[in-house]
């Protein structure tokens, strides 16, 4: 080396090739664009990058490039050299295995981890493919590098199985103390024999059977005649979407609907018409939302499409007359006039309840069957037709009540029975008063009495002890029952409910709190007697101020089944009974097996 010249090491470099290389010091200026090599004392030249260095290993000690590439796994073990004078204590063995090693499949963590992914596959009926998606898996990874994510053949064999199996078992426990409860299952023929499977799986009771919720098709109609049970209602939802299903078959709602459906498809199937109508929105300062086509079975997605195309009806229109687009459209495409577009905005507009209750059915937690009554009077209130509205408006509205108007007739009684006891529709707003009194009375004489039941003491009336079972009503103690209206509650100066100012929590809530005002009927003044317990158990309840629409009623009567021991009873039975019927399996579980399903949904609904 000659005189003058040192050898020190590049602080700045991070690159690893530069362990093998020092920088050249002429007195004291380092030499630039050169390194001295470690091994062979060869200059080698670079330019700021280390391609040339790297180079120079590979060509003249290929032995340590190959050493360098390994991964660490494999490499040398290398001597730790302790330059400071205080004693360093290495990492030992078993405190690097803890760090490393992965959990066995059956500890305690790893069980753990799998569970909590079956819950969520279940939770919201995930495709068992996403366990071996490469993301996923280093996302786990990630959160946790020493859990090993099963494959999907372990969670569809033996983690869901298990699960399952696990829920099961609860259910049963909680079966075998209830009273009566539901169950509800579809399938295509032979539906009344795969009922009472159902039924002797879960250990019901057949006599009676459960109530079962169905759709409106002749063959449920057919299913519930050779099953027997006594009580079988139509699913609400689908009811609407037939009652709907034939409004928009008005003509010239029908021809209005035509017209948006051709446009929108041109705009699915012309990649030039999209491009452009994002352009014409952008330009227009219109937010960009795809345009939706409609589907025949559900009538919602009609209203969508409609709602979608009146939303970017400016952007469309500019598209349809650009002169790129008007050479490629077809002949049928024609633009709206100002008396179309209002027409459509009119059947939007009336539509938009009957939108709101079917979004509502079908994302409410509790869609009890208690909201049926209810919802007809709405409806009917929403769609009587007004002297302003137009012919094809009018008939829209009487073509929806018309087919409403038929259904749930023979079972009015019921309903409106199962309506009194949800604490929110307590007051049955929507019947005449001779009405309510003739479903208070239907209530007082329904045998819904628990074997024993005890009456929590009261300061207001008589203290009770456990009572047997109460005796029938007779025919000549009938008018024992019937209970005077008094006008005022004590707290409130009016009959009617103040209106509530706050903001509504879900969409039948906003609904109801539109049509409905409600209010607090006042107890009767009578002493109960024995034969009048059941008279004082409602008289009591209808005293209670109603809850707000969107609570549950189901923890209502929970949290008041010692005080209205009677009522709470029946309550529970009936309102555990569903307005609405089905869950859909979305294309990519088709290719699950039917008690593959059951056990998914059944995990869905029941799982904690």
Not at 481 to 510: F, M, Q, Y
Not at 568 to 579: G, N, Q
Request: hydrophobic content about 35%; proline content about 6%; overall charge positive.
């Amino acid at each position: 080396m000659a005189s003058g010249r040192e050898l020190v090491e590049n602080k700045k470099a991070k690159a690893s090739v530069w362990g093998h290389f020092k920088l050249i010091k002429e007195g004291e200026i380092i030499k630039e664009n050169a390194a001295l090599c470690n091994i062979c004392s060869q200059e080698v030249k670079y330019a700021g990058g280390t391609s040339n260095l790297s180079a120079h290993v590979r060509r003249h000690h290929p032995d340590i490039d190959k050493e360098s590439r390994k991964p660490d796994s494999e490499k040398a073990p290398v001597e730790l050299v302790f330059k400071s004078k205080t004693p360093i204590n290495p990492p030992t063995i078993s405190s690097y295995i803890s760090g490393q090693t992965k959990y066995p499949s059956k500890s305690a963590r790893a069980v753990s981890i799998t569970n909590q992914i079956g819950r969520f596959l279940v939770k919201d009926l995930t495709p068992y493919s996403l366990v071996e998606n490469e993301d996923f898996r280093k996302l786990i990874c990630l959160l946790d590098p020493r859990y090993t994510v099963p494959g999907r053949q372990q969670f569809s064999e033996t983690v869901i199985p298990k699960m399952y199996e696990q829920e099961v078992l609860k259910l049963k426990a909680m079966l075998s103390t209830a009273v009566k409860i539901y169950y509800l299952y579809f399938t295509g023929e032979n539906i009344s024999n795969v009922l009472r499977e159902a039924v002797a799986e879960w250990n019901l009771s057949s006599d009676p059977y459960p109530p079962i919720v169905t759709d409106n098709a002749s063959n449920m109609d057919k299913a519930g005649e050779i099953f027997g049970n006594e009580i079988h209602v139509k699913c609400y939802a689908h009811t609407l979407n037939l009652a709907v299903q034939k409004a928009l078959k008005v003509q010239r709602v029908s021809h209005i609907l035509s017209r948006i459906r051709r446009i929108v498809s041109f705009f699915h199937r012309s990649s030039v018409a999209a491009a452009s109508l994002k352009t014409q929105s952008e330009s227009l300062s219109i937010p960009y939302h795809k345009l939706i086509i409609d589907v025949p079975t559900r009538w919602n997605s009609a209203f969508d499409m409609l709602e979608r195309f009146l939303e970017m009806q400016f952007a469309v229109t500019a598209v349809l007359k650009s002169k790129s687009v008007s050479k490629i459209k077809e002949k049928d495409i024609s633009s709206f006039t100002d008396d179309d577009l209002l027409f459509a905005e009119d059947v939007m507009n009336t539509l938009k309840p009957m939108k709101t209750i079917t979004t509502s059915l079908c994302t409410e937690r509790i869609p009890t069957l208690s909201v049926i009554q209810p919802l007809q009077h709405s409806i009917k209130m929403l769609m009587s037709p007004k002297d302003d509205d137009k012919p094809a408006i009018k008939a829209l509205k009487s073509a929806i009540l018309n087919d409403l108007g038929g259904r749930y007739n023979q079972q009015s009684n019921f309903l409106s029975k199962v309506s009194f006891v949800d604490p929110r529709f307590k007051s049955l707003p929507f019947l005449e008063e001779s009405c309510k009194l003739e479903i208070y009375s239907d209530v007082m004489k329904s045998k819904a009495v628990p074997r024993p039941f005890v009456v929590k003491q009261e300061e207001d009336i008589t203290p009770l002890l456990v009572l047997p079972n109460l005796p029938s009503i007779s025919n000549s103690e009938k008018s024992v029952l019937d209970i005077p209206d008094a006008a005022v509650d004590k707290n409130n100066n009016s009959p009617e409910r103040k209106k509530k100012t706050k903001r509504c929590e879900s969409g039948l809530a906003c609904l109801f709190n539109e049509v409905f005002v409600t209010g607090v009927d006042p107890p009767s003044t009578n002493e109960p007697t024995l034969m009048q317990l059941a008279e004082a158990d409602v008289n009591k309840y209808r005293a209670i101020q109603p809850i707000k629409y969107d609570e549950n009623p189901l923890i209502w009567w929970r949290d008041h089944s010692e005080s209205l021991p009677l009522l709470s009873f029946y309550a529970r039975t009936v309102l555990c009974i569903p307005a609405t019927a089905g869950d859909i399996v979305s294309s990519q579980r088709a290719a699950l097996k039917s008690d593959h399903v059951d056990k998914l949904i059944s995990l869905k609904k029941n799982m904690q």
